[in-house]
């Protein structure tokens, strides 16, 4: 049982590269999210999925996209990176998607943005 | 959605001392509070959480309290260790279907 698997764990792109970043869980979780971190602002929500092929907009949505074509991928895709981009990733899943279960972390992906 | 309040930013305790770290919430339909605890590089990891039915929950050193009149829980950590080092993050959930939001973290240092 792996959990939540994340690749790349590190990664640098330079401006307006594009790049996909890999989460996958085995629990069978419905509900999936990617959260940023960047020092002293904690854990910001970008995109989220409450099952296969939907998904919605968190609190920091622009520049990303995501997509949820199966129960265990949730990728997040950087379409152009820009320096602000720059920060700590981390895919999280849950068997609840109304927020009332624990949120299961992926390891978490460090992306530098030149 | 929910909004969710997390103080302080930072505490700085000696070893042995206690730990209070409080978190409000927006919304009264929220029923579960959890707490997570994220070392240095690691991942957050859920260390305790409360739902609204309780007023309490204890784990060992750690405990939870939950004020529902008043809309906030607390995080205790009695008898406080280095390992305790870590940021502490709330949550309150329930309400905003997907949309799960944390508190903005606390850095808790313990100084041996």
């Known amino acids: 049982n792996a959990g939540v698997t994340q690749t790349p764990k590190f990664q640098v792109l330079k401006t307006g590269q594009s790049m996909t970043l890999q989460c996958a869980q085995d629990?069978?979780?419905?509900?999936m999210s990617w959260y940023r971190q960047d020092p002293g602002m904690g854990l910001r929500l970008i995109h989220y999925?409450?099952?296969?092929?939907?998904?919605d907009q968190g609190e920091v949505p622009n520049g990303y996209n995501v997509s949820r074509s199966t129960t265990e991928d949730f990728p997040l895709r950087l379409l152009s990176a820009a320096p602000s981009q720059t920060s700590v990733y981390f895919c999280a899943s849950s068997y609840s998607g109304a927020g009332t279960g624990e949120l299961f972390f992926g390891e978490g992906s460090r992306l530098t943005v030149l | 959605g929910e909004n969710v309040e997390q103080h302080p930013s930072t505490l700085s305790v000696q070893e042995g001392d206690s730990a209070v770290i409080k978190c409000t919430y927006s919304d009264s339909a929220s029923n579960y509070f959890p707490w997570y605890k994220q070392e240095l590089g690691k991942r957050p990891q859920l260390i305790i959480d409360?739902?609204?039915?309780?007023g309490e929950k204890k784990d060992q050193r750690i405990a939870v309290t939950l004020n529902k009149t008043a809309k906030h829980f607390s995080l205790h950590i009695t008898e406080t260790q280095p390992e305790d080092s870590a940021v502490y993050f709330c949550n309150a959930g329930g309400t905003s279907y997907g949309k799960l939001t944390f508190g903005q973290g606390t850095i808790l240092t313990v100084h041996p």
């Open positions: 629990m069978n979780h419905e509900y």
């Open positions: 999925s409450v099952g296969a092929g939907i998904t």
């Open positions: 409360i739902r609204s039915n309780v």
